[in-house]
């Protein structure tokens, strides 16, 4: 997990018209992001479940990266990784026909570098997420959702505190490999304000594509389990298009499901917004290493 995805890729192509590949245009099969009774907030969570429900959607692949938190709102939690891979051994026995992979979502790791570090030397890990849901207010982290019960809480300056923490993220030397959705907080964007709008954060937000792109992570398209419309894409289809243009090499495409019925939702609808920003399923996947989740990124075509 040492490479980056610039490495794994090579270096950028020439631009493609993301037309041209309409005709090539399939559903998409796999879920990059997805959690089971293994994360401490999937409460109706399973492991066999999702993988049942998998192969009732004729998907290809899914990957399970578990929560690994370390803030308050984690409420001391912990990932028993010994415990999650063993039952991620048992399922791909019992599923045979699905890919499924190993991964792990380290939540503010760039905070905690020493217990995420612990984390990923007690076992390999086929995708590591880099996330963000709390941001430093007054001293202390608040997860973001409190936006949508906490009306001291000015969305504007929480979300512009989110972007600043991001880059901090960024910096960090533990290694993730996508960054995990990005714009977060406006999942829980309260009534009674104006609407987000990216562009209204576009300076932020093209700060921290930039850095993404240095680093050569892929950035996520996180569909929120396809609850709503206006919400749930995290980037949205504005922030994609600003991946592309800032460099971005990868795009990675994932759920958030917590249970069973929510696995895949919104994947077709993150897909098409891919692909109309110019990354598509290239050639160039080919060379990745078998049995890996690099392998269902999306590129610039």
Same mark, same amino acid.
């Given at each position: 997990?040492?490479?980056?995805?610039?490495?794994?890729?090579?270096?950028?192509?020439?631009?493609?018209?993301?037309?041209?590949?309409?005709?090539?245009?399939?559903?998409?099969?796999?879920?990059?992001?997805?959690?089971?009774?293994?994360?401490?907030?999937?409460?109706?969570?399973?492991?066999?479940?999702?993988?049942?429900?998998?192969?009732?959607?004729?998907?290809?692949?899914?990957?399970?990266?578990?929560?690994?938190?370390?803030?308050?709102?984690?409420? !001391?939690?912990? %990932?028993?990784?010994?415990?999650?891979?063993?039952? %991620?051994?048992?399922?791909?026995?019992?599923?045979?026909?699905?890919?499924?992979?190993?991964?792990?979502?380290?939540?503010?790791?760039?905070?905690?570098?020493?217990?995420?570090?612990?984390?990923?030397?007690?076992?390999?890990?086929?995708?590591?997420?880099?996330? %963000?849901?709390?941001?430093?207010?007054?001293?202390?982290?608040?997860?973001?959702?409190?936006?949508?019960?906490? *009306?001291?809480?000015?969305?504007?300056?929480?979300?512009?505190?989110?972007?600043?923490?991001?880059?901090?993220?960024?910096?960090? *030397?533990?290694?993730?490999?996508?960054?995990?959705?990005?714009?977060?907080?406006?999942?829980?964007?309260?009534?009674?304000?104006?609407?987000?709008?990216?562009?209204?954060?576009?300076?932020?937000?093209?700060?921290?594509?930039?850095?993404?792109?240095?680093?050569?992570?892929?950035?996520?398209?996180?569909?929120?389990?396809?609850?709503?419309?206006?919400?749930?894409?995290? *980037?949205?289809?504005?922030?994609?298009?600003?991946?592309?243009?800032?460099?971005?090499?990868?795009?990675?495409? !994932?759920?958030?499901?917590?249970? *069973?019925?929510?696995?895949?939702?919104?994947?077709?609808?993150?897909?098409?917004?891919?692909?109309?920003? !110019?990354?598509?399923?290239?050639?160039?996947?080919?060379?990745?290493?078998? !049995?890996?989740?690099?392998?269902? %990124?999306?590129?610039?075509?």
């Amino acid at each position: 997990m040492a490479r980056t995805l610039l490495q794994h890729f090579g270096s950028p192509g020439a631009d493609s018209d993301a037309g041209s590949h309409a005709d090539d245009r399939e559903p998409a099969r796999a879920d990059l992001h997805v959690h089971s009774q293994w994360s401490w907030d999937a409460l109706q969570g399973s492991m066999e479940k999702t993988c049942a429900r998998a192969v009732e959607l004729g998907m290809r692949s899914v990957a399970f990266t578990e929560h690994s938190d370390f803030t308050p709102v984690a409420a !001391g939690a912990r %990932l028993d990784v010994a415990g999650y891979l063993e039952c %991620l051994t048992r399922c791909r026995v019992r599923f045979p026909g699905l890919t499924i992979w190993s991964g792990v979502e380290l939540g503010e790791p760039h905070r905690f570098p020493e217990e995420a570090t612990a984390v990923l030397g007690q076992g390999t890990f086929d995708l590591v997420l880099g996330s %963000l849901h709390c941001v430093e207010i007054q001293g202390r982290l608040v997860d973001c959702s409190a936006l949508a019960s906490n *009306p001291e809480l000015d969305p504007g300056s929480v979300m512009r505190n989110y972007f600043r923490e991001m880059l901090g993220l960024l910096a960090t *030397p533990v290694e993730f490999q996508v960054l995990a959705h990005l714009e977060y907080p406006k999942r829980y964007w309260p009534a009674g304000h104006p609407e987000y709008r990216s562009q209204d954060y576009r300076a932020e937000i093209e700060a921290v594509l930039e850095a993404a792109a240095r680093r050569g992570v892929a950035l996520e398209i996180n569909t929120t389990r396809g609850t709503d419309e206006a919400r749930s894409l995290c *980037p949205g289809p504005e922030v994609v298009r600003w991946w592309r243009q800032a460099g971005g090499r990868a795009v990675a495409i !994932g759920s958030d499901a917590h249970q *069973p019925e929510a696995l895949g939702a919104g994947l077709d609808v993150a897909q098409e917004v891919a692909l109309a920003a !110019g990354f598509s399923a290239s050639p160039v996947l080919t060379v990745s290493k078998p !049995g890996s989740p690099l392998a269902e %990124l999306l590129t610039p075509g």
